[in-house]
């Protein structure tokens, strides 16, 4: 199991949600943080690691109407986009720089 | 006026930072993507033997920030984990010997092998290395050379990485060349021996992420920091002009021929404000450091591997889309936790 939900916002609809990330840090979360702040539909976006000793990364998503599992997966696709171009950036780089 | 008057300042006062990322402006931008690949620029500015030096132009620095933590710990590479300890009569203790051991360097490339599973008992030629290292010490025979010298009145008294042996199993022989495996220095020495002592080690490497240990990481530190920026705001002169290129790192400042000071290179600025210090000069200078141009350096341990900075991205976007397919599902395993 990689990803889970914090129970208690059931009863609040789907736009809040506190999702768990095992094996996931700072890493990670701050990144995802970083988009997911930028949406024009978050109220708020947050993450902690609640205890160093435990690999486990809570991330919280509050919104206005968009329900916050589509907020999530939107905000991984958006990161993965980033990651995906910033390799392709560098290979494209590394080889201009070595041509000269 | 320099180019960089149109970028994102934080500006270093003499008391305060002023523009600081979280302060305004950039934590409040809309996410867009297509904007930030526009923006978006890496200049790689030198790669000399171990050591590398690239930007990251108009990133944010959470994003920053990520991929140096992937850097250190989540890109792969190979390294000793278990020593089997045949006879050890030197003066380092078994757990201290095999601790060193582990953090030798080694120039297998990770992406050619496999992770080891864990409860696996028998290594394969896809996911272990071995190696082997048996030496004893002896005092040499010919004592031709001056007798002070412990090289030469005995044999074998430094132990060397190159003295380690790559033992190919499997089709290993065959794919890889022994040049290609073994340490990347072949001078770290291991220990010290006299007359009597004897090491006679199995070593076996599997591949590992430097979030397990720090010796499956790649790179032997990364880190980034702003691009410094000077300006100056009125003719600096003479004996001022000199007391102000005292205040910067060497080669930052320059004085030409009419002996008026100038900026001549930034970049390499430790950004100390010593400057502050002097009434008299204080007021010409504007420091400040430019918010979204990152300048990361890394050292790498092993020459042939800027790969790794390649498979951090890499890294990073895989875990994405695991989380991307798995979050599909978290609505049925949340009532597990209830």
Known sequence: MRISELPGDED?????????????SHTLGNALKCI?????????????VPHPAESKMHFRIQAHETPALEILKRGLKDLEKVCEYTEELFEQEINEFKKN | MSDNDNKPKILLEEFRLKNAA?????ADEIWNFKKFKKHFKIVIVRIDGFE?????????????????????SEVPSMAIEKVMIKNNTSLIQDEVLAHRLGLIPLKADPRLFQYRLEDAAEGTDSNTLEYTLKVKCVNNAAKTKDPHKTEDSYENSNIYSSQIKWHPIGNQASTYKEADIGPVHGDILISKM??????DLHMIAIKGIGKDHAKFSPVATASYRLLPDITLTRIVKDSEAVLLQKCFSPGVIG???????????ARYDTCSRNVYRYDKIKDAVIMSRIRDHFIYTA???CRKRQSYVRAKFKSLSNSCLVFAQSSDVPETISNMHA
């Open chain 2, 22 to 26: 979280n302060d305004y402006g950039l």
């Open chain 1, 36 to 48: 997911i702040t930028r949406y024009t539909d978050v109220r708020f976006c947050g993450y902690t």
């Open chain 2, 52 to 72: 590398m030096e690239f930007d990251l132009i108009g990133i944010q620095p959470a994003f920053a920030n990520a991929f140096r933590r992937l850097m250190l």
């Open chain 2, 194 to 199: 006299r007359p009597g002592h004897e090491i």
């Open chain 2, 255 to 265: 004085i030409n021929s009419e002996g008026c000071a100038y900026v001549k290179e």
């Open chain 2, 299 to 301: 050292s790498q341990l």
């Open chain 1, 12 to 24: 609040g609809g789907v736009t809040c949600r506190t999702y768990v990330f095992y094996n996931e």
